[in-house]
């Protein structure tokens, strides 16, 4: 090495080479830990592992614990029932929220403050140092798992202390029950087949112009056209939105020699103009857009197509159902009216739906 640096540079070495560094023997490093081990700390009893009395009573106190959380839990649904939500009262759905959280509060955190009670001062509290193993799902792991079981079992005194044990069980029964009314909710109030099979629409029923309410006349339904309608008492109604979501109609006008009626629908239009339920039957959104050139009306959500021309049968989508026709006909004053009602449930599939 020392004869080659001895060596002169020539023109076309660009890197400099250098002495190797000479490193003192006193400066080698010394790898030995800095740290010493400090071990566990001594064990110290706890109270509760020396007075039988003491232990005693921290076992009723765990208990206490989970009889409170059986206690919330029921009286949420106590709550549920006492605080009934009215439709349209705001505060009662404050008073039913209140309460019912409070039950429910109560009963979850009377579970969670009993079981660290328990594991504080009941279960053995010893220091205990695990060594890494290989993770392996072998015979003599599953045994060790089992063994660990037996002696968790044994230490928390699951099995031999019967009063935690059943009250814990109660508590842990308990807990869930307020999602049962919770979940009861959103069931229909009252029988689907009842509330969906009738609109506001009935015979002599005026056809008006969604939002303004004015009746419609068939002499203004120009060829091409479409409508959104709404029955003219819809804004009497004391539950107008919900009478909108099922009464929405489209109307369109078409030639009458482009229509081709189903049997018994001769007569549901009136001089090509057709009434349909607005309200998808896929699961509900509003079908908004009409293609005049095709005369087929599209659902913006999943893009259900439906043929108007051949009583809005499904051509496109997810939908299963075609639309239901509102059978409609003029007033003596040549207004627009409708003849009944739907002949079927408006909106999407529902179980009790018989067709
Ligand atoms: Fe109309 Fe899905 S809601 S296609």
Redesign the pocket.
Known sequence: MAEHDDEAPTAGSAVEKREPRQVSAGTAVVTSDVFQNPGEPPHRDRVTDIDPKVEKRAERQVSLFFFLSIVGSIAAIGAYVAFPITSGDSGSVRLNNLFLGLGIALGLLSVGIGAVHWSKTLMPAREITEMRHDTRGSEPTREKAVEVFALGNHESGFGRRSLIRNSLIGALVATPLPAVVLFRDLAPAEDPNAVLRHTLWEEGMHLAADPSGTRIKASDVTLGSVFHVIPENLNESEHLLEEKAKAAVLLMRLKPEDLNPAEGREDWQYDGIVAYSKI??????P?ALYEQQTHHLL??????TFDVTNNCEVIF???KRPLPQLPITVDADGYLVAQSDFHEPVG?SFWEREK
């Open positions: 998808c039957t896929h699961v509900g959104c079908v659902c913006p959500c999943h893009q259900s989508g997810p939908a999407p």
